[in-house]
Every structure is written in structure tokens, then in C-alpha cells.
Nanobody, 124 residues
Framework: QVQLEESGGGLVQAGDSLRLSCVAS????????AGWFRQAPGKEREFVAASRYSWLGHSTYYGDSVQGRFTISRDNTKDTVYLQMNSLRPEDTAIYYC???????????????WGQGTQVTVSS
């Protein structure tokens, strides 16, 4: 059973950067689609970014609210997925979750594997 563990969250000021990491253990997600989602209090889980392999190669996708500020990447030698977050805003405050192997389309939070989440708080 694959387990995912996120790290790198914290409290930062608006405009700062953070890099989140998601390490897989007990198995691998190196060939699977991996995604990042976030959930703020009282809100639904929101798609942030995805890294997908297909016959076209490697592709990345982003939610509208983070496009141009966040970057998803992965190091398959370490079975790790990253989320580089730049120009952070107070509205980015949420618990961030990584996920592996979507059951359907990658932007829907229906994945086989989930991490426990890491808190990101952005102060104004």
C-alpha cells in the first residue's frame, strides 16, 4: 500500500515562497499521475496542480487561481513530488494535500492515494 507524506508547510507573509514535498513509501507513484489539492476551512477541496504522464510525454496542469505562481515537479529517483509556490497570497491559506493515481480525471479529488496534508498559512 502506497503511503504519501507531505512536508514543507508553514506560516509565511504575502509575497513569500514555499516548497512543498510529497514522498511516496511502501510503493511507487513514479509512473502515475500525481496531484496537489488544497482545502480551506468551510470550502471544498480544490484542484491546485497535476503532473501527468501519457503517450505525449510529461504534462503539467494548474488551477486557475495558481497558474503562473505555482509549479509542480517530480523527482522519480526519490519518488517525490514537489509544489513550488511563489507570490503567495492570504487566499492561498489552506491545508495542502498530495495525491496519487486518479480514478477519473486528474482535477477531480478522487484519487487512490492521499497524504495527510500540510498546513500553509499566508499572512497579509
Amino acid at each position: 500500500q502506497v503511503q504519501l507524506e507531505e512536508s514543507g508547510g508553514g506560516l509565511v507573509q504575502a509575497g513569500d515562497s514555499l516548497r512543498l514535498s510529497c514522498v511516496a513509501s511502501g510503493g511507487t507513484i513514479s509512473s502515475d499521475t500525481a496531484g496537489w489539492f488544497r482545502q480551506a476551512p468551510g470550502k471544498e477541496r480544490e484542484f491546485v496542480a497535476a503532473s501527468r504522464y501519457s503517450w505525449l510525454g510529461h504534462s503539467t496542469y494548474y488551477g486557475d487561481s495558481v497558474q503562473g505562481r505555482f509549479t509542480i515537479s517530480r523527482d522519480n529517483t526519490k519518488d517525490t513530488v514537489y509544489l513550488q509556490m511563489n507570490s503567495l497570497r492570504p487566499e492561498d491559506t489552506a491545508i495542502y494535500y498530495c495525491a496519487g493515481r486518479p480514478r477519473g480525471t486528474f482535477e477531480v479529488p478522487d484519487y487512490v492515494y492521499w497524504g495527510q496534508g500540510t498546513q500553509v498559512t499566508v499572512s497579509s
